[in-house]
């Protein structure tokens, strides 16, 4: 069984001391060494070779997403799991994009601190279903901004609606199956897809779909 090398990165002695406690006693796992600000995770780093880190957010010298971003750049084979008091959406984001694979907060359960170094070790994320609610609507917010820009780029934008019923085409429904998908009539149907090849200047479904595919729009 590989042994799981973890560097603790926080500004509180107690609370490394704390998380030093837990770790230790996992067979699996072995806390290499500690940090207390972000500067000095990147010097620990180069003398313990852990690979993974819990990294605070706030924390003098150099904070944990800067930390985690040049932890990241210097040392791509040490994974980051951000440990925080705070749920701010600032914080996840940056921490995110920064490069980290994880992100909890300090009231986490013990068992869900454990198993995020588990799965972080081995390259794969790991988030709070919290933090994970919050990730998901950050999602699809940009993804319903990017479509409304995308359909913008239209002399004449498709309507939600049509937008709806050109993601069926594209999915090779009919009409009769795009009708009963959405409780509509197979006539109103007809006349949305006649409004999306025209909008599309298709001269068909197929058309439509390949034009629909080429603005990235669906």
């Given at each position: 069984m590989k042994t799981i090398r973890v560097l603790i990165a926080d500004d509180q002695t107690l609370f490394r001391q704390g998380l030093r406690v837990l770790l230790s006693?996992?067979?699996?796992?072995e806390v290499v060494g500690e940090a207390q600000d972000g500067a000095q995770v990147l010097r620990k780093i180069a003398e313990c070779a852990p690979n993974v880190v819990l990294m605070d957010i706030e924390m003098p010298v150099l904070d944990g997403v800067a930390a985690t971003r040049r932890v990241r750049q210097e040392f791509p084979e040490c994974q980051v799991i951000i440990l925080t008091t705070f749920d701010?959406?600032?914080?996840?984001?940056?921490g995110l994009r920064a490069g980290a694979l994880g992100y909890l907060l300090k009231d986490a359960p013990a068992e869900s601190l454990i198993e995020a170094v588990r799965i972080a070790a081995k390259g794969e994320s790991f988030l709070q279903p919290s933090i994970a609610s919050k990730v998901i609507s950050e999602f699809n917010r940009l993804s319903?901004?990017?479509?409304?820009?995308?359909?913008s780029l239209l002399p004449?934008?498709?309507?939600?609606?049509?937008?709806?019923?050109?993601?069926?085409?594209?999915?090779?429904m009919s009409n009769q199956e795009i009708a009963a998908r959405l409780f509509?009539?197979?006539?109103?149907v007809k006349n949305h897809v006649t409004a999306i090849l025209t909008k599309l200047d298709a001269r068909d479904r197929f058309q439509a779909a390949q034009r629909a595919h080429e603005a990235g729009i669906v």
């Open positions: 006693v996992q067979q699996d796992i701010h959406d600032e914080y996840v984001f940056e319903q901004v990017a479509s409304y820009r995308q359909t004449n934008p498709l309507t939600p609606r049509e937008m709806e019923i050109l993601r069926l085409i594209v999915q090779d509509i009539t197979e006539g109103t």
